[in-house]
Nanobody, 124 residues
Framework: QVQLVESGGGLVQAGGSLRLSCAASGRTFSNYAMAWFRQAQGEEREFVAA????????YYANSVKGRFTISRDNAKNTVYLQMNSLKPEDTAVYYC?????????????????WGQGTQVTVSS
């Protein structure tokens, strides 16, 4: 099991930027594909972005492609989500998730470990 702690959320105006971080501890971080999901109030949790274990391959939901960038630093046991050109519809709680031995799936069922989430609010 790996423990995940997200940070970097907050309130931002539309068009602004935020950078989320997720610090991992416990098992070997580089053995995990990592992803970000988000859940708006009253909605299902949805896939945002994922990165492979070595950081080479990245995957994005269509709704964020071209605006968000996922990356990881295995030396720091941290995954990031750079969010640019934010829109009010990006408002949600953002969760970091880990998939042991995975390759960066968009299916939330493949992720065993989850953080507590960080709130992102985009005002219009």
């Amino acid at each position: 099991q790996v423990q995940l702690v997200e940070s970097g959320g907050g309130l931002v105006q539309a068009g602004g930027s935020l950078r989320l971080s997720c610090a991992a501890s416990g098992r070997t971080f580089s053995n995990y594909a990592m992803a970000w999901f988000r859940q708006a109030q009253g909605e299902e949790r949805e896939f945002v972005a994922a990165v492979s274990r070595n950081g080479v391959n990245t995957y994005y939901a269509n709704s964020v492609k071209g605006r968000f960038t996922i990356s990881r630093d295995n030396a720091k046991n941290t995954v990031y989500l750079q969010m640019n050109s934010l829109k009010p519809e990006d408002t949600a709680v953002y969760y970091c998730a880990a998939d042991f031995g995975g390759n960066g799936a968009s299916d939330r069922q493949k992720y065993e470990d989850w953080g507590q989430g960080t709130q992102v609010t985009v005002s219009s």
